[in-house]
């Protein structure tokens, strides 16, 4: 496997810098790279034309309108390629099954290679569970990829777990911010559901509650080889405070919850004003203007859950996350294990990390004792 990076003609942003953030990134990855600058659309057709089936694709196309063309364009490279907006586009239609994301800027990249690398590497059917283009979720198998060099034990029904992303539940963050998560746990013999949904920046707080719920909802109507009676939920920052939530709508039919550096104090989070005031953003107002939105949707409000859940915290991490896990825990006391160990907000979703492999193991183990 290999990644090609290619920026096209226009892109404000210096060639420099994105060739040194792709190549730390895939020696990361461990996978060679290239990076190259396309000067029109035909220079940038013929780049990605020359890629072989083994090759991760990233395009910067930048802005002018005929590269962009390529972006709808069914190709034999689509479904190997993410297509890169530094900036702010909103959702731009891809072909072929490639990808798009937009408004992360140069760091951006770093997702961008990933999220090739990861769906190449162990690939996704990614299924839809309404209509909207952001009604859909990634199912991962724990069945080895034919050149996996990792083994692995393949139970002939596997429990799983639903992906909830995190972001602040900003539209710029999506799904692939738990790619590394999916194909760690499939290495593990778990399933894996990774789950997009309409974000409320763009569409509400309703359609964001709804969606989740319906996205777990749908596991049960599919024809797919998950243990439903083993069904875990698990999301990271945001994603926490979705996943605990869901779990506490869905009740028994939820095995194990867990929170991943999850924002769960949702009134204390309005009144620290996190993230430039992103919890009234997203729900809409503020606790006094919407007191029954917050006691639904507060994962602290809502103890007991009445679902056995993990409480999972980098001590590095922003002391507001800190300070809320810790509360949070004392709160539910039996009901939450709680786990602190060393690292930021990202190490929580990162297996080469040590708290991420530690909640991956005990996951693993509960799910194994489950019973449905």
């Known amino acids: 496997m290999r990644v090609l990076v290619v920026a096209g003609p226009g892109l404000v942003a210096d060639a420099r810098l994105l060739r040194e953030v792709a190549g730390a990134e895939a020696a990361a990855l461990g996978v060679p790279a290239r990076f190259a600058v396309a000067g029109d659309a035909a220079a940038l057709e013929a780049e990605l034309g020359a890629t072989s089936g083994d090759c991760a694709v990233v395009v910067l196309p930048g802005p002018h309108p005929d590269v962009r063309a390529l972006m709808g364009l069914p190709a034999a490279y689509a479904p190997r390629t993410v297509w890169l907006d530094l900036e702010r586009t909103g959702p731009v239609p891809v072909a072929g099954g490639a990808a798009h994301q937009q408004g992360r800027g140069v760091g951006g990249l770093i997702w961008a290679i990933r999220h090739a690398v990861h769906r190449l590497r162990w690939p996704a059917r990614r299924i839809a569970y309404g209509p909207h283009p952001d009604q859909w979720a990634e199912l991962r198998l724990p069945a080895p990829p034919a050149r996996s060099p990792v083994p692995v034990t393949v139970p002939v029904v596997a429990p799983v777990v639903v992906l909830v992303h995190g972001g602040y539940w900003r539209s710029v963050w999506g799904a692939d911010l738990m790619d590394a998560l999916a194909v760690d746990l499939a290495r593990r013999g778990l399933a894996s559901w990774n789950l997009e949904y309409r974000r409320p ?46 779990a506490a709508d869905a009740g028994g039919a939820i095995a194990v919850a867990v929170s991943l550096a999850g924002v769960l104090d949702l009134v204390e ?104």
Do not use: K, N
């Open 201 to 246: 920046d763009l569409h509400g707080w309703d359609a964001t509650t709804a969606d989740v719920a319906a996205g777990i909802a749908a596991l049960r109507s599919m024809d797919v080889p998950v243990d439903l009676g083993r069904v875990a939920v698990a999301g990271h920052s945001a994603g926490g405070q979705l996943a605990l939530r869901a």
């Open 269 to 372: 989070g309005h009144r620290r004003h996190m993230s430039s005031g992103a919890v009234a953003g997203a729900l809409g107002g503020t606790p006094e203007e919407l007191p029954e939105v917050y006691a639904a949707a507060s994962p602290l409000g809502r103890l007991p859950l009445g679902v056995p859940h993990l409480v999972v915290q980098g001590a590095s991490d922003d002391p507001d996350l800190v300070d809320m896990a810790r509360r949070y825990a004392a709160a539910a006391g039996g009901e939450a294990l709680y786990i602190e160990r060393p690292g930021d907000h990202w190490s929580v979703i990162d297996p080469s990390a040590p708290i991420c492999a530690h909640t991956a193991r005990d996951l693993t183990a509960r799910l194994a004792s489950a019973r449905g």
